[in-house]
């Protein structure tokens, strides 16, 4: 029997996780997708903190702007924040999406915008 989507996302999602782990040195970035947003999140997985989130929502040039350019923004902001809070290096967490479209132009924009990972 074929797996639907969904399920096939949570067992990459799954295979994912026990490799990456966020510390209080290296936080873990994750990015979720929706049909019309993107959200992303710094996590310290080791005290269970979300430390810093960004999205499409909250973003007002994001808001009318397309998928891909959505993401950019959204990568953009997220690294912003980090880098004010003093956060250099994450863990990137594609969450079991493709390392394609709108996840790989956020990837590229926080990348541009100054965070290593």
């Known amino acids: 029997m074929a797996f639907s989507k969904n399920i096939r996302r949570e067992k990459i999602k799954r295979t994912i996780r026990k490799k990456v782990q966020g510390t209080p040195e290296r936080p873990r970035l994750t ?49 912003e924040k980090a880098k004010a809070t003093g956060i250099e290096k994450v863990v990137f967490d594609r969450n079991g999406y493709l390392y394609h479209g709108r996840v790989k132009a956020l990837a590229d924009a926080a990348r541009e915008a100054g965070l290593n990972f």
């Open 31 to 79: 990015v979720y997708r929706s049909n019309k947003d993107i959200y992303v999140q710094v996590i310290d997985d080791q005290q269970g903190r979300t430390l810093l989130s960004a999205s499409s929502l909250k973003d007002k040039q994001a808001h009318g702007a397309s998928g891909v350019e959505q993401a950019k923004l959204v990568g953009r902001a997220i690294a």
